[in-house]
DNA sequence: GCCAACGTTGGC
DNA sequence: GCCAACGTTGGC
């Protein structure tokens, strides 16, 4: 799961304990929260945009999906006219933070390991701020001395 | 800050 | 339902 960290880091999931994951407007985003996670799932929590880019650290789902209510508060930078009460379009899922990687794992990191070039993450041009991970990969990244440090 | 890649919108 | 135009994402 992306985020800018200026915005929500893995540091403040630390501090807070527990939060969730708001303001996700693209539909194959929502689905994976919506349709798919379910508690007691471990996610890697990944820094986009801001240098360094990469793993941050790890989450675990506490809440299954349900209405984001940010996306009918007007005065939310992620407003959107079409979702409601009635008619939630957007979904959230609660989080918790579980662990800080001690080294970030860099995207160009990622991209230098073999074994996990079919990793959504390090493909050309994607850009999608959730996406699912294999076990295998889950593994391998793992295994990696970063958490070690 | 640039811009390629992608998703969404809306005219037809 | 197509697709050009537009807006956004996110690596570089």
Same mark, same amino acid.
């Given at each position: 799961?992306?985020?800018? %960290?200026?915005?929500?880091? =893995?540091?403040?999931?630390?501090?807070?304990r527990?939060?969730?994951?708001?303001?996700?407007?693209?539909?194959?985003a929502?689905?994976?929260?919506?349709?798919?996670?379910?508690?007691?799932?471990? !996610?890697?929590?990944?820094?986009?945009?801001?240098?360094?880019?990469? =793993?941050?650290?790890i989450?675990? =789902?506490?809440?299954?999906?349900?209405?984001?209510?940010t996306a009918? /508060?007007?005065?939310?930078?992620?407003? /959107?006219?079409?979702?409601?009460?009635?008619?939630?379009?957007?979904?959230?899922?609660?989080?918790? !933070?579980?662990?800080?990687?001690?080294?970030? =794992?860099?995207?160009?990191?990622?991209?230098?390991i073999?074994?996990?070039?079919?990793?959504?993450?390090?493909?050309?041009?994607?850009?999608?701020?959730?996406?699912?991970?294999?076990?295998?990969?889950?593994?391998?990244?793992?295994?990696? %001395?970063e958490?070690?440090?």
């Amino acid at each position: 799961m992306k985020s800018e %960290p200026n915005l929500f880091s =893995i540091t403040h999931l630390a501090t807070d304990r527990t939060s969730y994951w708001s303001g996700v407007r693209n539909y194959q985003a929502r689905n994976f929260m919506r349709d798919q996670m379910q508690v007691g799932e471990l !996610f890697f929590f990944y820094h986009s945009r801001i240098e360094p880019i990469g =793993i941050a650290g790890i989450g675990e =789902i506490v809440r299954t999906g349900y209405p984001d209510d940010t996306a009918w /508060d007007p005065n939310d930078e992620h407003y /959107d006219p079409k979702s409601s009460p009635d008619h939630p379009i957007w979904y959230r899922v609660d989080i918790r !933070f579980v662990r800080k990687c001690p080294e970030i =794992i860099s995207l160009k990191r990622l991209k230098s390991i073999p074994a996990l070039k079919g990793m959504q993450v390090v493909q050309k041009g994607m850009r999608l701020s959730i996406q699912p991970v294999t076990p295998a990969e889950w593994n391998h990244v793992m295994n990696l %001395p970063e958490w070690r440090k």
